[in-house]
Nanobody, 117 residues
């Protein structure tokens, strides 16, 4: 099994920055990709960004965050970060770390990000 633990959420003002981190442990060798999703109250969970564990240059972003957020991996690809800049009120959500392999996905418990003045 794979365990994912998120950290780094909090309250920031519009235009501010946060960096989220997700530490993966357990049977991580078969994972193809890791990423971040978010879910605002009353809304569907949506993809934010993903990154390949085979090629760290292979990334994709939701249009709503492209140019503002950056996903990266560190520590032998056991940790994934999401650098969030120029935050907007609409970025407010619970952010979930995701790890993917062909037959299943793993999810963290989520970390709250609130953007408000």
């Amino acid at each position: 099994q794979v365990q994912l633990v998120e950290s780094g959420g909090g309250l920031v003002q519009p235009g501010g920055s946060l960096r989220l981190s997700c530490a993966a442990s357990g049977n991580i060798f078969s994972l193809y990709a890791m990423g971040w999703y978010r879910q605002a109250p009353g809304k569907q969970r949506e993809l934010v960004a993903t990154i390949s564990r085979d090629d760290s240059t292979s990334t994709n972003y939701a249009d709503s965050v492209k140019g503002r957020f950056t996903i990266s991996t560190h520590n032998a690809k056991n940790t994934v970060h999401l650098q969030m800049n120029s935050l907007k009120a609409e970025d407010t959500a619970v952010y979930y770390c995701n790890a993917h392999r062909p037959f299943r996905d793993y999810w963290g418990q989520g970390t709250q990000v609130t953007v408000s003045s």
